[in-house]
Nanobody, 116 residues
């Protein structure tokens, strides 16, 4: 029922910024938390940031102070503002919806490449 669509990825130089968007549709009321994950070449998928329906946030240590997760409830959209990007941030970034006891939902992913 719930669908997620990511956008905003692209190529950026080290030190640059990008803002990723995750637009949700369907049974939005079932979403407890929305998170951003990433998967770099040759590595497993890892949690980057999460925001709950109550507004609580959490970040991976590697992105604290550089990334900010936020939401616009009116637009059913969650954002990931990424600043001071590093080459090691290069990955496919995925939006994820936690629906408590219901089936989790993943977006299709958007590629972020940080390179000079």
């Amino acid at each position: 029922q719930v669908q997620l669509v990511e956008s905003g990825g692209g190529l950026v130089q080290p030190g640059g910024s990008l803002r990723l968007s995750c637009a949700a549709s369907g049974s939005i009321f079932t979403i407890y938390a929305t998170g951003w994950y990433r998967q770099a070449p040759g590595k497993q998928r890892e949690l980057v940031a999460v925001i709950t329906s109550s507004g609580s946030t959490n970040y991976a240590d590697s992105v604290k102070g550089r990334f900010t997760i936020s939401r616009d409830n009116a637009k059913n959209t969650v954002y990931l503002q990424m600043n001071s990007l590093k080459p090691e941030d290069t990955a496919v970034y995925y939006c994820h919806a936690d629906r408590r006891g219901l089936l989790e939902v993943w977006g299709q992913g958007t590629l972020v490449t940080v390179s000079s």
